[in-house]
């Protein structure tokens, strides 16, 4: 038998089945537009499935989402913004999108997330500047929960409301209550390389019925009551089209699946690193954490592993056709970036150097789980 050597990707695309259904009524009822009765169904599905009573407008991307939120929570020219420096560009560019200030804060070593310490640091040292920051951003990298109890207690002492990037989050809880539920609003997205996508999309996740109606009106084109076109406020075109959302809605049906799936991933790699000296797996750090492992992680310390770094492993994965990706290259170090303000050590740093994301999609099959042990054992000798 030749073995397939097609290429392994780090998270790629799973559809459930149902997606074209949804699409194809699109097409049969003409509802081939940025509204229709995909758009009301995918938001009503994101509802029941966050719970808390949430009220969801579905955009056409996880940025639009965090670029409304801000909006929604006041941020205008000349504010600052803190943000987690160790994230996705997305989750920083729309506060210079609002001509905003973003202020970097590092991430501590459980989580991989926004460290309250630092975060206070930076939020005292603002306001003894002058200026108190408008937002804090915190993210939920690879879909492990931020620490919730300790991040809102700083946001609730100094009353700045939160907005969670929960874009790599869908279907992480913390102490039993979903990521995307924590902060004044949330943003989630649907990314072909996300848990579940729409081939691209996003949310806004509010509290309020009146939140979610803004964030409709501003991603419409931010149109007054009126016959002709009138308009009183910046719009914008952010709104999900009917078709994307026929292919959310079918994914919903598979989300708790693939989260089962990626969780199964996750636990294929600690079986795989459990006798490997100097690679460590990123883990939940207590019960109260439960990740949907959208990626599975890793960090190799070369001192333990006899000098083999991650690059050398990503190199040795590459080779074999498969797809590794080195951790998040923190915002303070990125140079459209790096003139801003940060606060904190070198955790997201550190972490940049020696992480490495590995494949982690639910639509791996034995055969390539199979493909990338081997590789992985024979790199380091087990
Ligand atoms: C994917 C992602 C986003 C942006 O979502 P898009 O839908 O791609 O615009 C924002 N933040 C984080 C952390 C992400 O991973």
New binding site residues.
Partial sequence: MIMSNSKIWLSSPHMGGNEQQFVQEAFDTNWVAPLGPNVAGFEEDLEQFLGESVHIAALS??????HLGLILLGVTAGDEVICQSF??S??ANPILYQGATPVFVDSEPDTWNICPKALEEAITSRIAKGKKPKVIIG???YGMPFKVDEITAVAEKYGIPLLE?S??ALGSTYQGKPCGTFGALA?L???G??IITTS???ALVAHTKQEKEKAVFLATQARDNAPHYQHSSIGYNYRLSNICAGIGRGQMEVLDNHIALRRGMHDFYVDLFKDVEGVTVFNEPTADYHSNHWLSAITVDPLQTGGKTREHLRLALEAGNIESRPL?KPMHLQPIFEKYPYYGGNVSAQLFEDGLCLPSGSNLTDAERQRIATVIETFFEK
């Fill in positions: 991307s996880g940025t639009a989402a965090i994230t996705f997305a989750s993210v939920h990298l990037d874009a790599e943003a997205s649907f990314n390389n996300k691209g999309g996003g998040w």
